[in-house]
């Protein structure tokens, strides 16, 4: 081969990437050729690729436990969880995806975005901290690994308990940030029991300082979620037996919101971090519409994985088996914002969360960990 053809050619795909699942993401996170859901399922088109089980309720038969809830959410109460999930949740005490780099202001950042504060109000926390080491846990820098944690036991999470696994160091390249800057940047705000990234587990030591007990679900949020579960005809489903106790006794103490702008992707993944792998996990889709892909529980597998497109106000609820399956979003639809979520009628208080949805999508999801109280105090105590 000619060096200029050894130098120039394409390296060879990994086999653990050249997989059904990674090729579907690759299809749907192309935009060099115009986008194609014919293949996904779309409930306004209310094809066969999925059961009807009730009214707005979908399950899949290659994916016992997923329930898609399509415009479970109306348009008011779309409207009050995006407020919360901008305006009231990223602030103390829930932790954000900015914390760990930048001082952020006991109010949050809302307020700053949504005046158009051009001031600086995110101050990078290495100006004024003194450096730390890099933990033991934290990968080097390079090539992305695939993220492969094993499940969560209780001992495990004890053996965390013990170790106090300090945070990542904050950056010292990062720059002042203004309101604006700063919301743009956001990408997660944890909510209930803390979730340590580095560890990919729950760090329940973590506490709400004006109460010392646990970091609480915000009730709306936990609202919506029982009753999605509760709203279920489970009796029609491949899990009716375990979700009986699902209707009496679901408890959600942990969650994360995502916010996606429109070129972001969330790579499959699975979730592992709850000790009870069954309980359902419930998501919900708020702004611009997206293409949820959900596989098996083999990131290998030569099943097709199923893509749903989701729209603003939908819920997806994994549950059963299916809480072990790879699951992602690797498309956010552009220009998909419904009209009731923009400013049409020119509504001033409105106007900054409608700015902000332009180019953006928000997901909450919620979980049970699957612990008792008894079990969550004793981790609190080691």
């Given at each position: 081969m000619p060096l200029s053809k050894q130098r120039f050619a394409r390296p060879p795909t990994p086999p653990d990437t050249d997989t059904t699942l990674r090729r579907s993401e690759r299809f749907y996170k192309r935009k060099d050729i115009p986008l194609d859901l014919s293949d996904a399922f779309d409930w306004l088109r209310d094809d066969s690729s999925a059961v009807k089980i009730g009214d707005k309720c979908y399950t899949f038969e290659?994916?016992?436990?997923?329930?898609?809830?399509?415009?479970y959410l109306n348009e008011h109460d779309q409207k009050r969880m995006i407020k919360l999930s901008l305006r009231d949740i990223p602030a103390p005490p829930n932790r954000n995806?900015?914390?760990?780099?930048?001082?952020?202001?006991?109010?949050?950042?809302?307020?700053?975005?949504?005046?158009?504060?051009?001031?600086?109000?995110?101050?990078?926390?290495?100006?004024?901290?003194?450096?730390?080491?890099?933990?033991?846990?934290?990968?080097?820098?390079?090539?992305?690994?695939l993220?492969?944690?094993?499940?969560?036991?209780?001992?495990?999470?004890?053996?965390?308990?013990?170790?106090?696994?300090?945070?990542?160091?904050?950056?010292?390249?990062?720059?002042?940030?203004?309101?604006?800057?700063?919301?743009?940047?956001?990408?997660?705000?944890?909510?209930?029991?803390?979730?340590?990234?580095?560890?990919?587990?729950?760090?329940?030591?973590?506490?709400?300082?004006?109460?010392?007990?646990?970091?609480?679900?915000?009730?709306?949020?936990?609202q919506v979620c029982k009753g999605a579960v509760e709203a279920i005809p489970w009796q029609r489903t491949c899990v009716a037996e375990a979700a009986e106790e699902w209707k009496k006794g679901y408890?959600?103490?942990?969650?994360?919101?995502?916010?996606?702008n429109l070129n972001d992707t969330l790579m499959a993944h699975v979730d592992r971090s709850e000790v009870t792998s069954s309980l359902p996990l419930v998501s919900i889709s708020l702004g611009h519409s997206a293409v949820f892909l959900i596989g098996d529980d083999e990131r290998e597998s030569i099943s097709p994985p199923t893509p749903i497109v989701l729209r603003s106000g939908d819920v997806v609820v994994m549950s059963g088996p299916t809480r072990r399956s790879y699951h992602g979003v690797p498309r956010i639809l552009e220009r998909s914002l419904p009209p009731h979520l923009q400013n049409e009628q020119e509504d001033d208080e409105w106007e900054p969360f409608a700015r902000y949805l332009s180019t953006a999508r928000i997901n909450v999801n919620v979980r049970q960990t699957g612990l008792s109280d008894q079990q969550i105090a004793e981790l609190v105590s080691v």
């Open positions: 290659n994916h016992p436990g997923l329930v898609y809830l399509p415009n995806s900015l914390d760990a780099h930048y001082k952020i202001p006991t109010e949050g950042l809302w307020h700053h975005y949504a005046a158009n504060t051009k001031t600086d109000v995110a101050v990078p926390r290495a100006a004024t901290e003194p450096p730390r080491e890099m933990p033991s846990y934290y990968a080097p820098s390079g090539e992305r690994p993220i492969n944690n094993q499940p969560s036991t209780f001992e495990a999470l004890k053996q965390i308990a013990r170790e106090h696994n300090p945070e990542i160091p904050p950056s010292p390249t990062v720059k002042p940030l203004n309101g604006e800057r700063a919301m743009y940047k956001l990408r997660w705000t944890n909510i209930g029991h803390y979730y340590h990234w580095g560890l990919k587990q729950y760090d329940f030591s973590v506490r709400d300082p004006q109460t010392a007990g646990p970091i609480a679900i915000p009730q709306p949020v936990a408890k959600p103490d942990a969650g994360i919101i995502n916010y996606y």
